[in-house]
């Protein structure tokens, strides 16, 4: 017999995913990158094969949505932002419209004068990623200045009160035993958020046998995210990817809730309509040059809302399905047969 707090959220579940408010829009402006990172789930490079979309292109998209989702965040994420020159005014022009926006960055380009200029122009929440110690994140990175780079973009970020600022680690073999040194550099550096995430085997991660945390490492870390929990000294938190059972209430504010497609979309460098920008790009659902954006989010998406597919390989009789529902969406990824992670196989292995 289930707990009244676990009915009670399924039915929370099912009246979102009804409902399927757009709150989140991932805008993949470019895929253009000036770092070549080893983990990278999109395959990001100097030289793109697509040009950035133009901003135009975007706002006819974004101008379907006027007036109909009024909790509603716009985030640029890559490739890296920062290497688009009209950032300030795609900004202004989502304000103008009554839009929030964001960002996400890997902090390499993020100088004083860039801050100030981003501010000013409406930005309201920004994610920067820093992924260990120095020689960790500078492996993870693959660049030598990468660390002080995004050091000092961090500074810069947590001096502003009015941003809403986070930053972000992907824990893998090489830092997992550094997360105590990165949280008080954090503090030190006047961090108020943090988000931890553990990185799923796609793009170039998918043979780095580095980068995937055994499961009794992955234990420490939902361990370890619990335990610092209880300070309050930094918002400290697992990521939304995936569902970790007996430690759900331990390392988040809330259950797990798969929200791509539910209350997440994106627009992607070709134009595709889709959730996350990491899912499968085969899960597209229409196209911005050929289709009216919000008439998709509102009609289309259903295997999003109707995860019934997901019950293949083993989760077909898995005695948590109602809860993970196959688990984060990116992690479907290739012949779709079964999940490419189980996190909460990994705590029940992990554990033993």
Not at 155 to 171: M, P, W, Y
Request: aromatic fraction near 10%.
């Amino acid at each position: 017999m289930i707990s009244l707090k676990k009915y009670a959220f399924r039915q929370f579940k099912k009246i979102e995913t009804r409902a399927h408010e757009l709150n989140y829009l991932f805008w993949e402006c470019t895929t253009r990158c000036n770092l070549n990172c080893i983990h990278c789930g999109s395959d990001c490079a100097k030289d793109s094969t697509f040009n950035d979309m133009p901003l135009n292109d975007f706002l006819k998209a974004i101008d379907t949505i006027e007036g109909k989702a009024p909790n509603f965040t716009i985030v640029f994420t890559g490739g890296e932002p920062l290497l688009r020159n009209d950032l300030e005014q795609c900004g202004k022009e989502l304000r103008r419209r009554g839009f929030r926006w964001s960002m996400v960055s890997n902090g390499h380009l993020y100088n004083n004068e860039r801050h100030y200029s981003l501010l000013n122009a409406g930005m309201g929440a920004l994610t920067i990623s820093l992924d260990g110690l120095e020689a960790s994140h500078n492996w993870m990175r693959n660049n030598s200045n990468s660390f002080q780079k995004v050091l000092n973009a961090i500074e810069l970020a947590a001096s502003s009160k009015r941003l809403n600022f986070d930053v972000v680690t992907c824990v893998n073999q090489k830092n997992i035993n550094e997360l105590r040194q990165i949280k008080d550099l954090l503090l030190a550096k006047n961090v108020k958020a943090w988000r931890l995430f553990t990185i799923i085997p796609i793009g170039r991660a998918a043979n780095n046998p580095d980068l995937q945390l055994t499961d009794k490492q992955f234990v420490e870390l939902m361990d370890f995210i619990a335990e610092q929990r209880k300070s309050k000294d930094i918002d400290v938190k697992f990521s939304c990817e995936g569902y970790v059972g007996k430690y759900e209430s331990l390392v988040r504010d809330s259950s797990f809730f798969c929200r791509a497609g539910i209350n997440i979309g994106s627009v992607l460098i070709d134009g595709s309509i889709s959730a996350c920008p990491n899912i499968d790009r085969s899960f597209a659902q229409g196209n911005i040059y050929t289709d009216n954006f919000y008439e998709v989010w509102q009609n289309k998406f259903q295997p999003f809302r109707n995860r019934n597919w997901t019950k293949t390989g083993q989760c077909k009789s898995c005695r948590e399905y109602k809860d993970c529902q196959g688990n984060g969406f990116h992690n479907w990824h290739g012949n779709k047969q079964n999940v490419l992670v189980c996190h909460h196989q990994k705590i029940e292995k992990g554990s033993a």
